[in-house]
């Protein structure tokens, strides 16, 4: 009798359990900011292809060691927004930061307002040698073609300057006036770190008491084709946080000598030894807040099963983090990421090199840091004869939140122009000029405004780069709509 009770009460416990998980699914309401669509602003959308065409041909690659001759592009395509761009400077004030940075004042209304501060980057990476007659057209000579604004920048991220440009000229040309004052910056370094522009634009701000309300930086993009769920409705990204950057270098050392007496292990077996530790033993998998937070914002949208397994994490969650790893892109989401990135030792075929050396690539979830990464490292390799030691780190930002009056006056600019897309607050996996900002602004996101299908995606720092020519006029439409909504006195607080 007493077994009896027991599994009827298990029972009885089991069915209520599966009515409250079921009840929380179902519950559930839309988390999409409901909006009205906005009738498209006519733009010439051949002209805006051909101007972002023009900015792609200015070959703007940053490097560690840049001087003069490498320098002297970023000044030209400076003059070139300018030239460009006339009714623009003679509306905002304009000024060049470390000379090759630039930051442009439109004064706002309401001086009591918090400022805000969009921002896009001016230099991109480099063409990988041997890679270019891989390019359908050359990297750096901006072809429009096929429906495609095709080169370097075109996604990452000379195409948010150009539309961030293009946007203010159509409102200056309206006659908007901002009710908050904006900043609009544009960094020539971030590819390398970011600490010659915007890392100074940063002192040159606080020299002047500005305190911003919010920072839009590059980051999510509106992706075609990424949940099939939500076909055809297209997904917009707002990264509400960024995973840190950390890099690590090893040095190994051993006997050296000839190498028909080699010793046990040499410096360079070591260095692998070291490596093949790194990557058999990765960081666990874990759902941050940024993530939980997407999935608060998916599942109202999902089919009934999927709403089922992301509304109940506290009992889904290693389903859903074993599936999410069986993806790459997907797994960087919620995993601090291991990659060996370069190696190096040895000078002849047959001596045994005393010393070798090796680059690991880390990108932190929210709550890791450098110092416990480099603490798990030494641990996990346990040689005396290898030392890890830390590069270039970035420290790890709080979140921003997904329920706050910039983000839906983000989000609601991209439903305007694009009313059928499901926005999700999300964590970018890279790293961003944003980081710089932390001490003076009190919110950071990082949203484009810029459509793509997932197929163009490979295009970030590879071969064929492009721009689909009607989605980059839209992104303008998108721009407009963000500096609108996010420049109302009415929709965010003041200082």
């Known amino acids: 009798m007493k077994l009896r009770k027991l599994l009827f009460r298990g029972a009885v416990a089991l069915l209520l359990l599966i009515a409250v998980m079921a009840v929380r699914t179902l519950m559930q309401p839309s988390l999409q900011v409901e909006v009205e ?16 065409a023009s900015a792609l041909r200015f070959p703007t690659i940053s490097s ?29 004030r304009a000024e060049r930061v470390a000379q090759h940075s630039l930051v442009l004042t439109w ?31 050359p990297a750096f000579g ?28 159509e409102l200056v040309a309206a006659g908007f006036q901002p009710q ?3 900043y609009f910056a544009f960094g020539h370094d971030e590819e390398i770190g970011g600490a010659a522009g915007n890392g100074a634009i940063v002192p040159w701000m606080q020299e002047r008491g500005i305190e911003l309300q919010f920072v839009i930086d590059e980051g999510g993009f509106i992706l075609d084709g990424l949940i099939p769920e939500l076909e055809p409705a297209p997904v917009a990204l707002i990264d509400i946080a ?26 360079v077996g070591k260095i692998a030894a070291a490596i093949h530790k790194l990557e058999s033993n990765p960081f ?44 790459v892109r997907a797994r960087s989401l919620i995993q601090t990421s291991t990659a060996a990135t370069i190696i190096a030792g040895g000078v002849k075929e047959n001596v045994v090199p005393q010393h070798a050396t090796a680059t690991v690539n880390f990108r932190l979830l929210p709550g890791d840091t450098p110092e416990a990464v480099l603490i798990h490292v030494t641990d996990l390799i346990d040689d005396p004869d290898v030392v890890a030691e830390l590069g270039l780190t970035t420290e790890p930002a709080a979140p921003s939140s997904a329920n706050s009056a910039t983000y839906k006056a983000i989000a609601r600019s991209a439903r305007e122009i694009h009313p059928n897309c499901i926005v999700l607050p999300t964590l970018l996996v890279g790293a961003t000029d944003s980081r710089h900002y932390r001490s003076i602004a009190k919110e950071v996101y990082r949203f ?9 995606v490979a295009g970030f720092h590879g071969t064929n780069e492009r721009m689909r020519i009607d989605y980059f006029a839209d992104g303008v439409r998108i721009m407009m709509r963000m500096i609108q909504n996010l420049s109302s006195e009415s929709n965010l607080p003041k200082n």
């Open 284 to 327: 666990p998998l874990r759902l941050t807040a940024p993530i939980e937070a997407q999935f608060r914002h998916l599942a109202p949208e999902m089919p009934l099963l999927q709403r089922f397994a992301l509304s109940n994490l506290w009992l889904t969650a290693p389903l859903i983090k074993s599936q999410l790893a069986a993806d």
């Open 142 to 169: 901006g072809v429009v073609a096929d429906g495609f604004i095709w080169g370097r920048g075109a996604l990452d991220v000379k195409s948010g300057a150009v539309a961030l440009h293009e946007a203010i000229r």
């Open 107 to 137: 004064l706002g209304a309401d001086a009591s307002a918090a400022p805000g501060l969009f921002m896009a980057h001016l230099d991109v990476v480099p063409v990988e040698p041997g890679t270019e007659a891989d390019w359908t057209h």
């Open 64 to 92: 560690s060691n840049m001087s003069g001759p490498e320098l002297q592009p970023f000044a030209d395509l400076l003059d070139w927004f300018e030239i460009s761009y006339p009714t623009v400077y003679a509306q905002l």
């Open 37 to 52: 669509a906005v009738a498209k602003v006519h733009l010439d959308e051949t002209a805006l292809a051909l101007r972002l």
């Open 448 to 456: 484009s405004g810029l459509r793509l299908h997932l197929d163009d």
């Open 242 to 267: 960024e995973k840190a950057y950390c890099t690590i270098h090893l040095r190994a050392k051993s006997v050296g000598g000839h190498s028909s007496m080699p010793p046990v292990s040499t410096a």
């Open 180 to 182: 908050r004052s904006l």
